[in-house]
C-alpha cells in the first residue's frame, strides 16, 4: 500500500483543479487599438472557446454611447498532432459602442458567463474625437413635392454627397469605389432600409451623379422610398446616420496574381446625422368634410353589383363596392370602404351591417363587399351610395355617387295558420269529429273494451348494474381499437397531432394576441397548421391561392383577405386596423369558415 500523507493530498487536488481549468472554457477580449470618433462604433470582439453553455457579454449602462451586441459567428475546428485529434468550439460577440458626442468616455467592466464562472473585462476610458465630416461627407432628406396632404403620395429622397478622394499619385477614386467606403451595414437608414436592403442584396449602388458644390466636384447618391404620411407637420423617417471610412493616404500592393492594387493605407471615420428637411405634411381641412368621408385622399370612382336582385322582406342582398383610382398613386392597402351607416337613402329601406367591411386589392381598385336587408316591401332599388375623398388638386371634398340597382322586394312568406294540421289529421283551429264505433270485417269492434290481457307487460326488465356490465366490454374493445388506430395514424403521418390540434392552437393565439400583427398569425397559421405547411412560410397571396384551389367562395376569400388587411394596417398604421378585440373576433369567424373549406379534401394540399 503506498502511503498517503497531506502533502500527497493537497497535490492530487491542484492538479485536478488544473485539469478542470484546462477543460473548462476560455474567454479572448480584444479591445480596439487607436483613436475613437463620435457616432463611429467601438467594437469590442469577445470569443468563447469550449464553453458548454455560451452566453453573450452583459454591458452595463453607458452614459453618452450607444450598446448593442451580435453574435458573429460560431466556428469549429478538429486539429491532428502525433495522431491525436483535438477539437474545439468558439463563438464570437461583438459589443458596438457607438459614442454620441467627443470628449473622455468611461467604458465599465463587461460580464461575460462561461460554465457557471464570470468572467470581467477591465474598464477603459476612450478619448473620443469630434468626426468632422465637413465637405467631405454630407446628407439631406427632402420631399418630392415638398408640401403634400395627409394620405397623399410622397416621395422621400435621401442624398448623399461625398467628395471624392484625389491622390496626386494615384488620381481620384471613382464612384463606385467611394459608395464601397460607405459602412452600410453599421448605418442606420431609418425609413430607407427596406431599399438599401435591396441594392444590398443585388450588390449595386444608389442612382449617382456629380455635382459642383463650393467648386468642388461631389458624387451624389440618392435612394427613393414612398411614403403615405399618416399625420401633418414633418414626416418621420426614423433614425439615419450614415458612416463611412474615408482614405487620407493610398498605397500600391501585388494582388496574388502579382497584379497591382490599390489599397487605403490611411483613413479616418467620418458620420453624419440626417433630418427631413424641405417637405411639410398639411392637415385634412375640417370646412366643407361630408358626413360619407373615409379618409380617402385623390380621385376616385364607385361602382356599385347587388345580388340577387329579386328578394323578399328579411332576405340578403350581397353588395359589390369597386372604388377605383382614377389618378393612381392611392394607397388602395389601407382605403378605407365608404362610411355606408351614415347614408340616410340606404339605411331608410335597408338594414345596414355596422361592423368594418373587408376589402381587396385588385390593379387600380378595390372591392368591399357587405350584405344589406330590405326592411319592406316595393323597394325598387338600391340607392346610389357615396364615397367622398378629398382632392389634393381641387383642394377641396369630392363626392362620387354610384348608380341606383335596380331590386324587386315582394312581402315575406306568412304561414296560414288555419292550414295547419294536428298529429292526429285534424285542423288545429276545429275540434275533433265526434267518435263513433265502427265495426270491422272479423267481428273487433273499433271501441272494444279493454282488457288486462290487453294490458299485460310481458318485457324483461334489467337493472342498471346489469346493462353497465353488459355494455362496458365492448365500450373498453371500441375504444382499445380507436386508440390504437390513432395511434398508427399519427406514426404514419408526422403531420396528423399539428392538423388535428389546429383549432385549439389557434384559439390559443388568438387569446394570448396582444396585437394586430399576432391576430393576422393566428389564421395564417391556422392555414399552415391544417396543410403541414411550415411555420411562417404562408403569405396572404398563398393563402388565396390554396382557398381558391380548395374551392372557396369568392365571398369567403375577400372576408379572409380583407382581414388579414386590416390586421397589416393595425401593425404598420397605428391601430388603423380596428381595434384588437374587433379583429379577434373577425380572426375566429374566419377560421371557421377556413376549417369549413376543407384545404386538404378538396385539393387545396400541395
Given at each position: 500500500?503506498?502511503?498517503?500523507?497531506?502533502?500527497?493530498?493537497?497535490?492530487?487536488?491542484?492538479a485536478?483543479?488544473?485539469?478542470?481549468?484546462?477543460?473548462?472554457?476560455?474567454?479572448?477580449?480584444?479591445m480596439?487599438?487607436?483613436?475613437?470618433?463620435e457616432?463611429?462604433?467601438?467594437?469590442v470582439?469577445?470569443?468563447?472557446?469550449?464553453?458548454?453553455?455560451?452566453?453573450?457579454?452583459?454591458v452595463?449602462?453607458i452614459?453618452?454611447?450607444?450598446?448593442?451586441i451580435?453574435e458573429r459567428?460560431?466556428?469549429?475546428?478538429?486539429?491532428?498532432?502525433n495522431?491525436?485529434?483535438?477539437?474545439?468550439?468558439s463563438?464570437?460577440?461583438?459589443?458596438?459602442?457607438?459614442?454620441?458626442?467627443?470628449?473622455?468616455?468611461?467604458?465599465?467592466?463587461?460580464?461575460?458567463?462561461?460554465?457557471?464562472?464570470?468572467?470581467?473585462?477591465?474598464?477603459?476610458?476612450?478619448?473620443?474625437?469630434?468626426?468632422?465630416?465637413?465637405d467631405?461627407?454630407?446628407?439631406?432628406?427632402?420631399?418630392?413635392?415638398?408640401e403634400?396632404?395627409?394620405?397623399?403620395?410622397?416621395?422621400l429622397?435621401?442624398?448623399?454627397?461625398?467628395?471624392?478622394?484625389?491622390?496626386?499619385?494615384?488620381?481620384?477614386?471613382?464612384?463606385?469605389?467611394?459608395?464601397?467606403?460607405?459602412?452600410?451595414a453599421?448605418?442606420?437608414?431609418?425609413?430607407?432600409?427596406?431599399?438599401?436592403?435591396?441594392?444590398?442584396?443585388r450588390?449595386?449602388?444608389?442612382?449617382?451623379?456629380?455635382?459642383?458644390?463650393?467648386?468642388?466636384?461631389?458624387?451624389?447618391?440618392?435612394?427613393?422610398?414612398?411614403?403615405?404620411?399618416?399625420?401633418?407637420?414633418?414626416?418621420?423617417?426614423g433614425?439615419v446616420?450614415?458612416?463611412?471610412?474615408?482614405?487620407?493616404?493610398?498605397?500600391?500592393?501585388?494582388g496574388?496574381?502579382?497584379e497591382?492594387?490599390l489599397?487605403?493605407?490611411?483613413?479616418?471615420?467620418?458620420?453624419?446625422?440626417v433630418?427631413?428637411?424641405?417637405?411639410?405634411?398639411?392637415?385634412?381641412?375640417?370646412?366643407?368634410?361630408?358626413?360619407?368621408?373615409?379618409?380617402?385622399?385623390g380621385?376616385?370612382?364607385?361602382a356599385?353589383?347587388?345580388?340577387?336582385?329579386?328578394?323578399?322582406?328579411?332576405?340578403?342582398?350581397?353588395?359589390t363596392?369597386?372604388?377605383?383610382?382614377?389618378?393612381?398613386?392611392?394607397?388602395?392597402?389601407?382605403?378605407?370602404?365608404?362610411?355606408?351607416?351614415?347614408q340616410?337613402?340606404?339605411?331608410?329601406?335597408?338594414?345596414?351591417?355596422?361592423?368594418?367591411?373587408?376589402?381587396?386589392?385588385?390593379?387600380?381598385?378595390?372591392?368591399?363587399?357587405?350584405?344589406?336587408?330590405?326592411?319592406?316591401a316595393?323597394?325598387?332599388a338600391?340607392?346610389?351610395i357615396?364615397?367622398?375623398a378629398?382632392?389634393?388638386?381641387?383642394?377641396?371634398?369630392?363626392?362620387?355617387?354610384?348608380?341606383?340597382?335596380?331590386?324587386?322586394?315582394?312581402?315575406?312568406?306568412?304561414?296560414?295558420?288555419?292550414?295547419i294540421?294536428?298529429?292526429?289529421g285534424?285542423?288545429?283551429?276545429?275540434?275533433?269529429?265526434?267518435?263513433?264505433?265502427?265495426?270491422?270485417?272479423?267481428?273487433l269492434?273499433?271501441?272494444?273494451?279493454?282488457?288486462?290481457?290487453?294490458?299485460a307487460?310481458?318485457?324483461?326488465?334489467?337493472?342498471?348494474?346489469?346493462?353497465?356490465?353488459?355494455?362496458?366490454?365492448?365500450?373498453?374493445?371500441?375504444?382499445?381499437?380507436?386508440?390504437?388506430?390513432?395511434?398508427?395514424?399519427?406514426?404514419?403521418?408526422?403531420?396528423?397531432?399539428?392538423?388535428?390540434?389546429?383549432?385549439?392552437?389557434a384559439?390559443?393565439?388568438?387569446?394570448?394576441a396582444?396585437?394586430?400583427?399576432?391576430?393576422?398569425?393566428?389564421?395564417?397559421?391556422?392555414?399552415?397548421?391544417?396543410?403541414?405547411?411550415?411555420?411562417?412560410?404562408?403569405?396572404?397571396?398563398?393563402?388565396?391561392?390554396?382557398?381558391?384551389v380548395?374551392?372557396?367562395?369568392?365571398?369567403l376569400?375577400?372576408?379572409?383577405?380583407?382581414l388579414?388587411?386590416?390586421?397589416?394596417r393595425?401593425?404598420?398604421?397605428?391601430?388603423?386596423?380596428?381595434?384588437?378585440?374587433?379583429l379577434?373576433?373577425?380572426?375566429r369567424?374566419?377560421?371557421?369558415?377556413?376549417?369549413?373549406?376543407?384545404?386538404?379534401?378538396?385539393?387545396?394540399?400541395?
Amino acid at each position: 500500500m503506498i502511503p498517503v500523507n497531506r502533502a500527497t493530498i493537497a497535490c492530487l487536488l491542484l492538479a485536478f483543479a488544473a485539469l478542470r481549468a484546462a477543460t473548462a472554457g476560455d474567454v479572448r477580449v480584444r479591445m480596439p487599438d487607436g483613436p475613437a470618433y463620435e457616432g463611429s462604433p467601438i467594437v469590442v470582439v469577445v470569443e468563447v472557446v469550449d464553453a458548454a453553455s455560451p452566453a453573450p457579454p452583459v454591458v452595463p449602462e453607458i452614459p453618452g454611447a450607444s450598446v448593442r451586441i451580435s453574435e458573429r459567428g460560431r466556428q469549429s475546428r478538429t486539429e491532428i498532432r502525433n495522431g491525436r485529434a483535438t477539437s474545439s468550439a468558439s463563438v464570437t460577440y461583438a459589443v458596438e459602442i457607438t459614442p454620441e458626442s467627443p470628449g473622455p468616455l468611461a467604458v465599465p467592466p463587461m460580464e461575460i458567463t462561461v460554465d457557471g464562472r464570470t468572467v470581467r473585462t477591465e474598464a477603459r476610458t476612450f478619448d473620443v474625437q469630434r468626426s468632422d465630416a465637413g465637405d467631405l461627407l454630407s446628407a439631406e432628406v427632402f420631399g418630392k413635392p415638398s408640401e403634400v396632404t395627409i394620405g397623399e403620395p410622397l416621395e422621400l429622397v435621401l442624398r448623399i454627397a461625398i467628395r471624392p478622394f484625389r491622390d496626386r499619385v494615384y488620381g481620384q477614386l471613382s464612384e463606385a469605389d467611394m459608395w464601397m467606403l460607405v459602412d452600410v451595414a453599421n448605418s442606420d437608414w431609418g425609413v430607407f432600409a427596406s431599399e438599401v436592403a435591396m441594392l444590398r442584396q443585388r450588390n449595386e449602388a444608389p442612382r449617382a451623379q456629380q455635382e459642383t458644390r463650393n467648386g468642388e466636384r461631389v458624387f451624389v447618391y440618392e435612394v427613393s422610398k414612398r411614403a403615405y404620411p399618416p399625420k401633418a407637420g414633418v414626416p418621420e423617417i426614423g433614425d439615419v446616420r450614415i458612416r463611412m471610412t474615408y482614405p487620407t493616404a493610398l498605397r500600391e500592393v501585388q494582388g496574388l496574381f502579382l497584379e497591382r492594387q490599390l489599397t487605403i493605407s490611411q483613413s479616418r471615420p467620418l458620420s453624419v446625422t440626417v433630418k427631413a428637411a424641405g417637405v411639410n405634411v398639411l392637415p385634412l381641412p375640417e370646412a366643407g368634410r361630408p358626413p360619407s368621408f373615409s379618409g380617402a385622399v385623390g380621385r376616385f370612382g364607385i361602382a356599385v353589383t347587388a345580388k340577387p336582385t329579386e328578394v323578399a322582406v328579411g332576405d340578403p342582398i350581397t353588395l359589390t363596392l369597386t372604388i377605383t383610382d382614377l389618378q393612381g398613386g392611392a394607397n388602395l392597402e389601407t382605403l378605407q370602404p365608404p362610411a355606408v351607416a351614415a347614408q340616410a337613402e340606404l339605411t331608410r329601406d335597408f338594414r345596414v351591417p355596422t361592423e368594418a367591411i373587408s376589402g381587396v386589392v385588385s390593379g387600380n381598385a378595390k372591392r368591399f363587399t357587405l350584405t344589406v336587408r330590405p326592411l319592406r316591401a316595393g323597394i325598387a332599388a338600391v340607392p346610389a351610395i357615396e364615397f367622398s375623398a378629398y382632392d389634393p388638386q381641387a383642394k377641396d371634398y369630392v363626392t362620387s355617387r354610384s348608380q341606383p340597382v335596380p331590386v324587386t322586394v315582394s312581402p315575406a312568406t306568412q304561414m296560414d295558420l288555419s292550414r295547419i294540421v294536428s298529429a292526429g289529421g285534424a285542423s288545429a283551429t276545429q275540434p275533433p269529429p265526434g267518435r263513433e264505433a265502427t265495426e270491422v270485417a272479423g267481428g273487433l269492434v273499433a271501441d272494444m273494451p279493454l282488457s288486462e290481457a290487453m294490458l299485460a307487460d310481458d318485457r324483461v326488465s334489467a337493472g342498471f348494474g346489469a346493462l353497465l356490465a353488459l355494455a362496458l366490454p365492448p365500450a373498453i374493445a371500441v375504444a382499445a381499437i380507436g386508440w390504437r388506430t390513432r395511434r398508427r395514424r399519427h406514426e404514419r403521418d408526422a403531420g396528423l397531432s399539428r392538423r388535428s390540434g389546429a383549432r385549439r392552437t389557434a384559439e390559443r393565439r388568438l387569446a394570448d394576441a396582444a396585437d394586430a400583427a399576432a391576430i393576422g398569425a393566428a389564421v395564417t397559421g391556422f392555414a399552415e397548421d391544417s396543410l403541414g405547411a411550415p411555420q411562417g412560410t404562408l403569405t396572404r397571396g398563398d393563402l388565396d391561392a390554396r382557398l381558391r384551389v380548395a374551392g372557396a367562395d369568392e365571398s369567403l376569400r375577400m372576408r379572409v383577405q380583407g382581414l388579414l388587411q386590416q390586421c397589416e394596417r393595425g401593425r404598420y398604421a397605428g391601430g388603423a386596423g380596428g381595434g384588437t378585440d374587433e379583429l379577434r373576433a373577425l380572426a375566429r369567424a374566419a377560421i371557421e369558415a377556413i376549417a369549413a373549406a376543407d384545404l386538404r379534401g378538396k385539393g387545396g394540399a400541395q
